[in-house]
């Protein structure tokens, strides 16, 4: 008889039952002396304890904002040691850390901040070409005549602060409009607070409680809001440190965005809960910066997504460069070449390279490789569940559990599946059903040893470089356009980036139009990484009997054609040579 997929794996070490400022006021005792946080491009470092002693601060100034346990606090920022500080306060005072993509345009940002009803957002003035302090003060024009604090705006109206800091001025002097509120603004206030009342916030808090917000998308084409606890992702970072066999020894650089749960909580947390050190090369990937890190600090760590260590792999001279300290580290968001793989072993020098896999919802891990692992299995499976957790394939159809060996939904239970959608009990239910199990949409193969491999999406996600990249959001803004009658988005495969965006739209009988004209008209109002590279007009869509359109055969004739582009010698003009990748770079 075949063995179900159904798993359950248990660990030597228990979970963490308490919230994580508990958790990691205990480690920064163990190891006070110890960097926790280095940030190159703002030259900054903070030890365990004056890490503790910086977020000690910065959460009675929350409080002292009005700041109560469960309230939605936004961070609009890319990687710098004040996204870490605000997310640690959060957590100390019982706060929602709501993580806003630095990619995100004024559609996005006020679709975020309506969905997640944040109430206090904090934000860096800009970053290239991404004015967001520009941004928030169209959104809320009531900022121009508003007193610091006492924020009333008609589109946002549960927004009542707004906190700007600039992290390569620090401590910023001058406010966007009269109701901002400065850095150093929240920190005077805070001297008010008592250590009784900070102590007492503390002592009120549960392991249970919702501590962040990351944004996901699904078919109503806008992202949904993510709940995740501190049970969730203190105990999914830990177990991810624990694959990498992580001490107080290591320093890992982090090249990834902190918006994303990778960063926030693989990297971050990961790190924080083991007595290691963070490394921050720079606020946006840059792949010189980040192997320069790891050269300049000694890092024994190196996350990232294939993509950047593709780029890794490209820089000049890299191998000049004394990457011997390198030891282990994550690679995660999209599958990896074998080819890649071995580089990345052999010319990287980092030998026991992890795979990792799972999705927001989740924590985010849900599988990882391990050090022993075959590079047939780093390159062909994402490993096995951790610790405490189950996992199973099902039938889409019937829900049935499968044998190991058939191909099934994957689906998962346990300490890491989220609270649930913001405000989103449909939604909710449709994600996990009524025996706790998170269905992922995608299909996989678990096989007699426990590894699973994915073998495809029920979903119509695209993952370009790993970023989740959702069609219906795109066609949903296309079809504001006065042009557009429908579109099609869709993904087709890229061999740097694993997939790449196409498109198709039709447009109205009458009417003209370039793909270029519609490019602009989605990076003007959509994230620089949402901007299809290959897009058509067309005239009529392939369809089924019902009038639905078939991507996959919109799919079939796109990568025949550039197929036949190659063969031609053409495929230059179609391919994207850019090393681009789904962080804040191009913001």
């Known amino acids: 008889m075949s063995q179900i ?35 190159l ?53 019982g706060a929602v850390l709501v993580n806003v993509n630095p990619a995100y345009r004024l559609a996005e940002l006020e679709h975020g901040l309506k969905a997640a009803r944040v109430q206090t957002l904090f934000l860096m003035p800009s970053f290239r070409k991404s004015s967001y302090a520009e941004m928030v003060r169209e959104l809320c024009p009531e900022l121009e005549t508003a007193d610091p604090g006492h924020l009333r705006c008609t589109r946002v109206p549960e927004l009542t602060h707004v906190v700007v800091f600039d992290p390569g001025n620090i401590p910023a002097t001058e406010r966007p409009a009269p109701g901002f509120l400065l850095w150093n603004n929240v920190l005077e206030r805070g001297d008010a607070i008592t250590a009784k009342e900070i102590l007492d916030r503390e002592a009120s808090l549960d392991c249970d409680d919702p501590i962040n917000i990351q944004f996901t998308s699904g078919t109503t084409g806008f992202p949904k809001p993510v709940v995740l606890t501190h049970h969730n992702i203190l105990n999914n970072a830990f177990f991810c440190g624990e694959a990498l066999e992580m001490t107080d020894r290591d320093r890992l650089a982090v090249p990834v965005p902190f918006y994303h749960c990778f960063g926030m909580v693989v990297s971050i947390l990961g ?22 890190a ?20 490209e820089v000049e001279g890299f191998k000049d460069l004394d990457l011997s300290s390198l030891r282990s580290g994550i690679m995660a968001g999209a599958p990896c070449p074998e080819e890649l793989m071995h580089r990345v072993m052999n010319d990287l020098g980092i030998r026991d390279i992890l795979i990792g896999y799972g999705q927001t919802e989740s924590s985010p891990v849900t599988h990882a490789t391990c050090a022993g692992d075959s590079v047939e299995r780093r390159t062909t499976t994402v490993g096995t569940n951790l610790p405490y957790t189950e996992v199973k394939t099902v039938a889409p159809d019937t829900g049935a559990v499968l044998p190991r060996g ?7 239970r346990g300490y890491h599946v989220m609270r649930g959608y913001f405000e989103m009990e449909e939604a909710t239910a449709e994600a996990i059903d009524p025996q706790g199990w998170l269905h992922s949409g995608d299909l996989g193969v678990i096989d007699r040893d426990g590894y699973l491999a994915i073998t495809g999406r029920l979903k119509e996600m695209v993952i370009r470089g790993g970023e989740n990249i959702y069609p219906a959001e795109i066609e949903a803004y296309l079809a504001r356009h006065p042009k557009v009658a429908q579109s099609a988005v869709f993904g087709i495969p890229h061999e740097r980036f694993g997939e790449e965006l196409g498109c198709w739209v039709q447009i109205h009988n009458g009417e003209t139009a370039t793909p270029e004209e519609f490019r602009d008209y989605i990076a003007a109002g959509l994230a620089h990484y949402k901007v299809p590279r290959h897009l058509r007009i067309v005239d009529d869509f392939p369809m089924t009997v019902t009038g639905k359109i078939q991507k996959f055969r919109i799919r079939e004739i796109v990568e025949q054609e550039l197929e036949e582009e190659i063969a031609e010698g053409e495929s230059s003009a179609s391919r994207p040579t850019d090393l681009s990748i789904p962080t804040s770079e191009s913001a």
């Open 406 to 412: 058939e191909q099934g939904e994957v689906c998962f």
């Open 41 to 93: 491009w703002q030259g900054r470092r903070l030890t365990y304890k004056e890490l503790m002693e910086e977020v000690d601060r910065l959460a009675r100034g929350l409080m002292a904002l009005g700041v109560e346990r469960g309230h939605r606090v936004g961070i609009w920022a890319t990687d710098c040691v004040e996204w870490i500080l605000l997310q640690l306060a959060t957590s100390q005072v």
């Open 271 to 292: 790190c924080l809960t083991h007595g290691a050190c963070v490394v921050i090369p720079e606020p946006h990937f840059n792949a010189q910066a980040t192997l320069e």
């Open 294 to 313: 790891v050269a300049k600090e000694r890092c024994t760590l190196l996350h990232g997504v294939p993509t950047m260590f593709v780029a890794e792999l």
């Open 5 to 39: 997929s159904y798993l359950h794996r248990g660990g030597e070490r228990p979970l963490i039952g308490v919230p994580i400022h508990r958790f990691l006021t205990g480690v920064a005792r163990r190891f006070p002396d110890n960097e926790a946080v280095v940030c």
